[in-house]
């Protein structure tokens, strides 16, 4: 990518959520920021344009305990059909995590995803805590912590997302390769570095605390936290407790399977499955100058409507169950832009063709 279609990222969409204070980190010449262009802006605008006409929008803003409670019925049924898998062959434990362990690790994650832009409860500590129980079953290490700041950072650049499976252009045996391993990757890397991390952490603020140590913690620059040294806090400590205990129990009570059952329908939700395929929804790129796309598929609202992300990206203070209503609201606005109708055609479209590379998607 040339030089001048590059920048250092700076925040672009103003939704309310304290955001500044962590992009403002990425900064600091210890941190190697992502030089990635800034395309929060193409929301920004649409989102003064469209409440300059439609200012009634404004009256979608607010929070969803609904979801709370969905997290309250889905979390406990995910668990318990990891622990009947136990003793169950390998061909049950698969064909379980391609349907409805897929189908639950998809709504857990979006439901953590409302608490990451603290859409269910007014508290942010409440929402912090749902962040990370809807992720929990999903990853082996703190990721709620660290997706509460990588995700706002998103927000302002967007187009982070275009790389997640490299080049848009790669063959389609990459394209299933990438599919299948990416999130078992990011998975792995999160929880062997956490094992670093968080004892350092824990060690060197309890040095501080004795008197022992200037510095109340030590952080060290290992993916993934080298891009957010925010993450480096007691929440990291909280989470990383949080999840070990929980994966910890898992295998005391079922052993290897339920843990197999849930890191495989992790690996589906964000891959190589046409409910995986939000990944690629999301932010490949279709069209020239929009960033983001939606999908409008059958059965949204089992989805918890996230298809809506071109809305979602406009207005990040709008809970899920009421992004339909936004574009219904504004459908001049949405109609005309480029989207897909179901997941399955994002599946096909994602493997016959080759999207727009990010480099000419740049290009004025």
């Known amino acids: 990518m040339s030089s001048k279609s590059t920048k250092t990222v700076t925040v672009a969409q103003d939704d309310g959520m304290p955001s500044r204070k962590f992009v403002t980190l990425l900064q600091f010449d210890t941190v190697k920021p992502l030089e990635l262009p800034e395309q929060g802006t193409w929301h920004r605008d649409r989102k003064r344009a469209i409440l300059k006409k439609y200012p009634q ?193 898992l295998f005391y009570f079922g052993g290897w399977n339920p843990i197999i059952y849930q890191t495989l329908s992790s690996g589906f939700c964000n891959g190589l499955h046409p409910i995986g395929m939000r990944q690629v929804q999301e932010h490949y790129l279709l069209a020239k100058k929009q960033p983001t796309t939606s999908v409008y598929a059958p059965f949204s609202w089992l989805y918890l409507h996230i298809g809506y992300h071109v809305e979602h990206h406009d207005f990040a203070k709008i809970p899920w169950n009421r992004l339909p209503e936004l574009r219904r609201i504004a459908p001049d606005f949405y109609d005309n832009l480029k989207y897909y109708n179901s997941y399955m055609e994002v599946l096909v479209y994602f493997f016959t063709n080759d999207g727009i590379p990010i480099d000419i998607f740049l290009e004025n």
Request: aromatic share 16%; with cysteine; proline share 6%.
């Open 57 to 249: 929008v404004e009256k979608l803003y607010g929070n969803e305990p609904l979801s709370g409670l969905l997290l309250i019925l889905l979390l406990p049924i995910h668990t318990y059909i990891a622990l009947a898998l136990e003793n169950q062959p390998w061909w049950v434990v698969l064909l379980a995590s391609y349907t409805i362990g897929t189908l639950l690790s998809y709504q857990l994650i979006i439901i953590a995803h409302e608490g990451t832009h603290e859409l269910v409860f007014k508290n942010q500590t409440a929402n912090r805590f749902v962040n990370m129980f809807g992720h929990l079953p999903n990853w082996w290490g703190p990721f709620g912590n660290f997706w509460w700041s990588e995700h706002r950072w998103h927000h302002s650049v967007v187009v982070d997302k275009a790389l997640r499976y490299g080049p848009q252009n790669v063959n389609f045996l990459r394209k299933a390769f990438f599919t299948l391993i990416f999130i078992h990757i990011i998975n792995f890397t999160i929880f062997v570095t956490s094992l670093i991390q968080v004892p350092i952490y824990v060690i060197s603020t309890l040095l501080h605390f004795l008197g022992l140590r200037k510095n109340p913690n030590c952080f060290l620059y290992i993916p993934p936290y080298d891009r957010f040294p925010i993450c480096a806090s007691g929440w990291m400590v909280i989470n990383f407790i949080i999840t070990n205990i929980y994966h910890a129990s």
